[in-house]
């Protein structure tokens, strides 16, 4: 046996064994999740920043029609997608509708995909509207066939209830509205009026392909339930084998425990799927690595490699979700202390909203955490956490109500934060509001289904462990400490090993594999360089970039914001090697211009270590913060001992050291990982060329680092 299989196998156990002790703890928890994937090889807009536009939704149609294969018994269909503010129309969204218990659902004419299909004679289509009709008739449902102008002439409204179909001069032209594709999502939200009467509406024209027609169009209506939907299929599929293809469209489909609903949606600079949730997470890690393979089979990515050797996520996130077999039994709504011991836990742990997240970070970002907005809503948060712990029983929109004013951005929208309830019990959010539903919005995308789903199992299980028991009773308030201390990797990786010692306490331990999975990130930009008998490790830290407000043209222009992405911080840190006695070790020095870098003594697995934080300007902003802020790039740092003759000048450059262009983007991992090694340079010098450093101006320290902006102007 490999070592790559005997790992997996080791992460399949794991993984089952995680799964049966929190089912044992806390049955029904699901789980579900919002992969992105990009072309990473692309700089065309779509790719970069655009939602829409170039060869975005081919490559959807081809990766579902890769889904498709692996669910013979699936159903495609073409629904309305989201819609922003500035567009006009709905965006597209493909969707794969199956039967959970994988039986076949649907064994009619498929959607023909990015397929081009043979001329369709318009016989055929009258053909397939003659049987169609026939087959409502024979379920007893009352109709009425028309046509009309347009490009879905052919016009089919029943009803199935007992009452009579009025088709009067009111009724036809309410029933000749135009394609739902056609029309903007209104600010109430997505509605069938007619089904809402229950006058079913179904829409048939043609569709022209490449070379002519080459498959017909079925609008479809907003089905109520699972049971009512299927109960038409019956109907449609007969129908439907007299087409060579047939394309679904309009509103999206009902959906309950029964069925698994998977959706591809355009967002910017990636496609992202809306993965149907599962009961465990040995389901959620089989669908995960169905999903990562046919992606990379499309040539679709999880990452993007910038030209000097970074490497980032698919730049859409990796959201993830947790919920129950139904709204009303979801474990947030069923344990009405849960969702409060988890908000305070989260906040007690910040490596759970920092660790696995994108660059973009901080009160203004797409993921916020309760403790980076206004302090006095977060003082307000802790009232609100205090009241809950003495209400006897709350309903589940008291509990919404109680806690939604909180987990939001400062700009009070509720969608972007670390902690996303919008979709709990929300009466105000229309169709989707009240799901029983906790959304993770603070993960960036997971480089593999093994790393999505182990995050997914370290959710599952701290969810599990707070519906026995309270870890953390109070909020703790980690004021100007949160963004000094847990921007460092050092303390993240402390924090994320203490939650793990939380789990193993009750029972829940992730297992080594599990653990070294969420533990490691191979991505980030790190160093360590030896010299003398010391281990240096120079290591990118976090950055809360701020809002960029005032005059800055088009701030609100397509939804974006401005922020001043200039300012970096880098983790300098130290350790003794080859026995160096902690004496030798305490008078090792690094340097940056001639000050000395105050370090911080911490301890770790590895014994003693010295740290420092430096924040810097690395370049100059187009429209940023501080415009007498130089930039400090390269980085120079010295490092030295008072006992040694010979002292190391290393260089961190952010581009390649001589300054000149790349070829191109990296081709691979190994290439980007290349050019980021170039990006440091080394240098022995002689010691005594160098002039005695001297303390850096207080005004430029806090208890974890420097920040050179106050001196590089």
């Not at 102008?149 to 007992?162: C, E, I, T």
């Not at 179904?202 to 569709?207: D, N, S, T, V, Y």
């Not at 967002?267 to 990379?296: H, M, T, W």
């Not at 939001?408 to 919008?422: C, K, T, V, Y």
């Amino acid at each position: 046996m490999s070592a790559v299989s005997a790992s997996s196998d080791t992460l399949q156990q794991e993984i089952s064994s995680l799964d049966e002790r929190i089912e044992a703890i806390l049955p029904g928890l699901w789980i579900g999740a919002e992969p992105t994937f990009t072309l990473r090889n692309s700089e065309q807009p779509e790719w970069l920043s655009e939602a829409l536009g170039g060869e975005k939704e081919i490559l959807a149609q081809r990766l579902m029609r890769h889904l498709l294969e692996r669910h013979p018994g699936g159903l495609v269909l073409r629904t309305l997608g989201r819609q922003y503010p500035g567009e006009p129309l709905p965006r597209w969204s493909l969707g794969l509708y199956a039967s959970r218990d994988g039986k076949p659902l649907w064994q009619g004419s498929h959607d023909p995909l990015d397929e081009e299909l043979p001329a369709l004679p318009p016989e055929r289509l009258l053909a397939f509207m003659d049987h169609l009709l026939h087959g409502i008739a024979m379920k007893g449902w009352s109709t009425h066939p028309f046509k009309c102008q347009g490009s879905l002439p052919h016009r089919l409204v029943f009803r199935v209830d007992d009452k009579p179909l009025m088709h009067g001069e009111e009724e036809l032209a309410r029933w000749s509205r135009e394609s739902r594709h056609e029309h903007p999502i209104p600010p109430s939200g997505l509605e069938d009026e007619l089904a809402a009467r229950g006058e079913y509406l179904l829409a048939l024209g043609p569709h022209t392909g490449h070379e002519g027609v080459d498959c017909a169009i079925l609008e479809l209506p907003a089905f109520p339930d699972v049971r009512m939907f299927r109960r038409f299929l019956e109907v449609l599929e007969p129908a439907a084998k007299y087409l060579p293809g047939l394309i679904l469209q309009g509103y999206p489909p009902p959906v309950d425990e029964t069925v698994v609903w998977t959706t591809l949606t355009p967002d910017p600079a990636v496609i992202e799927i809306n993965q149907a949730p599962y009961p465990g997470s040995r389901q959620f890690y089989a669908a995960s690595r169905e999903l990562f393979g046919v992606c990379e089979k499309v040539g679709l990515s999880t990452y993007r490699l910038q030209y000097n050797g970074v490497e980032s996520d698919s730049g859409g996130g990796g959201q993830l979700t947790l919920g129950g077999r139904t709204p009303n039994l979801s474990p947030f709504l069923t344990n009405r202390h849960l969702l409060p011991r988890l908000i305070r836990y989260w906040v007690a742990h910040p490596a759970l909203s920092y660790w696995f997240a994108p660059d973009y970070l901080g009160g203004t970002s797409q993921s916020p955490r309760p403790d980076e907005g206004l302090r006095n809503l977060f003082h307000e948060l802790r009232l609100a956490l205090h009241l809950l712990k003495h209400e006897k029983d709350p309903d589940s929109e008291f509990l919404w109500r109680s806690l939604a004013p909180f987990l939001i951005d400062p700009s009070g929208n509720a969608h972007r934060s670390d902690l996303n309830i919008e979709k709990l019990w929300n009466p105000y959010l229309p169709g989707r509001g009240c799901l029983g539903l906790v959304e993770f919005r603070a993960f960036r995308m997971a480089g593999s289904a093994e790393r999505s789903t182990a995050l997914g199992l370290l959710l599952r299980a701290l969810v599990a462990m707070l519906s026995r028991q309270d870890v953390t009773p109070d909020l703790l308030d980690w004021g100007d400490t949160l963004h000094r201390r847990f921007a460092l990797p050092f303390f993240l990786r402390q924090d994320l090993q203490q939650v793990c010692v939380d789990l193993q306490q009750i029972g829940l331990g992730l297992g080594p594999s599990l653990e070294r999975c969420l533990m490691l990130d191979p991505a980030r930009t790190r160093w360590k360089v030896s010299f003398e008998g010391c281990q240096l490790e120079l290591e990118r830290a976090l950055e809360f970039w701020p809002l960029v407000g005032g005059d800055a043209e088009g701030q609100e222009q397509g939804g974006s914001r401005w922020v001043d992405a200039s300012t970096a911080r880098w983790q300098v840190l130290l350790r003794p090697i080859d026995g160096t006695p902690q004496q030798a070790f305490s008078e090792w020095n690094v340097e940056w211009n001639g000050f000395s870098l105050p370090l911080r003594e911490e301890t770790d697995g590895q014994g003693v270590v010295r740290l420092c934080a430096i924040r810097l300007r690395e370049f100059e902003p187009w429209i940023g913060l501080h415009p007498g802020v130089k930039p400090c790039m390269p980085l120079s740092l010295i490092l030295r001992h008072p006992a040694k003759p010979s002292a190391l000048r290393l260089q961190i450059h952010g581009w390649q050291p001589e300054g000149l262009p790349y070829p191109g983007l990296p081709k691979d991992r190994k290439d980007a990982e290349r050019r980021r090694e170039e990006r440091l340079t080394r240098e022995t010098v002689a010691a005594g060329s160098l002039k005695l450093a001297v303390a850096l101006p207080p005004e430029s320290l806090d208890d974890y680092g420097v920040d050179l902006r106050w001196i590089c102007s």
